[in-house]
Antibody, heavy 124, light 110 residues
Framework: EVQLVESGGGLVQPGRSLRLSCAAS????????MHWVRQAPGRGLEWVSG????????GYADSVKGRFTISRDNAKNSLYLQMNSLRAEDTAFYFC?????????????????WGQGTLVTVSS | QSVLTQPPSASGTPGQRVTISCSGS????????VYWYQQLPGTAPKLLIY???QRPSGVPDRFSGSKSGTSASLAISGLQSEDEADYFC???????????FGGGTKLTVL
């Protein structure tokens, strides 16, 4: 059974940093690209960032480019999101999401398994 | 403001057929696959339709997807109370170099 368990969320002041982690199990982690998708409370979904199976291809939404960094450790079956210079508008549930393909950057990228999410609240 | 446009709400009675539309552009829906996700209250989203019209195993055949030009649709036939959820469309966007979502449609079963 595929499991994606996020951690690292919490309350943080504007301008500070936070690092999210995602522990994956139930599938061969290094066979698939991975993503972070966020959802502000009561709002829609927004793709944040994606990374290919070997970290060779990475992408970011314009809203987080230059502030967030995605990475993965295939030996640890883990996905990470380093979030710097946080803003109030970054407040959201952050979902760790598995892709159906190993590559990032194509029409076939889509999300077949989702974690339960971790809440990040940016407020003073 | 979402790149893909969906109606904010839809409704139907049990047994009825409802459709949810998703409108985009030449850089996303017209040239790429469309995906649909179902989010039940208080839960994470779940893949409902992939590559325009394919259902993952376990998804009832009451759910169907279609695409034409810059628009796509999700149809739900034989509506059931457990179908009450938020539905999101998504597609790769060539200009943004990433996946984009619709704003979501809240389906109410009356």
């Amino acid at each position: 059974e595929v499991q994606l368990v996020e951690s690292g969320g919490g309350l943080v002041q504007p301008g500070r940093s936070l690092r999210l982690s995602c522990a994956a199990s139930g599938f061969t982690f290094d066979d698939y690209s991975m993503h972070w998708v966020r959802q502000a409370p009561g709002r829609g979904l927004e793709w944040v960032s994606g990374i290919s199976w070997n970290s060779g291809s990475i992408g970011y939404a314009d809203s987080v480019k230059g502030r967030f960094t995605i990475s993965r450790d295939n030996a640890k079956n883990s996905l990470y999101l380093q979030m710097n210079s946080l803003r109030a508008e970054d407040t959201a549930f952050y979902f760790c999401v598995k892709d159906k393909t190993p590559f990032f950057g194509s029409r076939q990228n889509h999300f077949d398994y989702w974690g339960q999410g971790t809440l990040v609240t940016v407020s003073s | 403001q979402s790149v893909l446009t969906q109606p904010p709400s839809a409704s139907g009675t049990p047994g009825q057929r409802v459709t949810i539309s998703c409108s985009g552009s030449s850089s996303n829906i017209e040239s790429n696959y469309v995906y649909w996700y179902q989010q039940l209250p208080g839960t994470a989203p779940k893949l409902l339709i992939y590559t325009n019209d394919q259902r993952p195993s376990g998804v009832p055949d009451r759910f169907s997807g279609s695409k034409s030009g810059t628009s796509a649709s999700l149809a739900i036939s034989g509506l059931q109370s457990e179908d009450e959820a938020d539905y999101f469309c998504a597609a790769w966007d060539d200009n943004l170099s990433g996946p984009v979502f619709g704003g979501g449609t809240k389906l109410t079963v009356l």
